[in-house]
């Protein structure tokens, strides 16, 4: 079982930047990908970024490459998404989720996830 906490999120002008943090707890926490993945108003779900247990592997949604870094501290068991030059999308709930299966970038191949944190990017 992996819990995770989501934090981070709130109002911020496009061109600006925000990072976001999803805090870890479990037994095989220090052994999971871990991803972000975003979900806007009557959208589905989509994938942005991941990254493998030991850091060294990340992968990102095209949408998101050069502009968002995804990175953990297995020390304090978080990983962060930094979000930068952000577009002026409107709202949008960011969610992290847990893989036993490695850096994937398909939402059925998590097996847990937080309750999600809401980012607004105005115009």
């Known amino acids: 079982q992996v819990h995770l906490v989501e934090s981070g999120g709130g109002l911020v002008r496009a061109g600006g930047s925000l990072t976001l943090s999803c805090a870890a707890s479990?037994?095989?926490?220090?052994?999971?990908?871990l991803g972000w993945f975003r979900q806007a108003p009557e959208k589905e779900r989509e994938f942005v970024a991941v990254i493998s247990w030991s850091g060294g592997t990340t992968y990102y949604a095209d949408s998101v490459k050069g502009r968002f870094t995804i990175s953990r501290d297995n020390a304090k068991n978080t990983v962060y998404l930094q979000m930068n030059s952000l577009r002026p999308e409107g709202p949008a709930v960011y969610y992290c989720?847990?893989?036993?299966?490695?850096?994937?970038?398909?939402?059925?191949?998590?097996?847990?996830w937080g309750q999600g944190t809401q980012v607004t990017v105005s115009s």
């Open positions: 479990g037994r095989t926490v220090n052994s999971i990908a």
């Open positions: 989720g847990a893989s036993g299966v490695g850096v994937r970038p398909l939402e059925h191949e998590y097996d847990f």
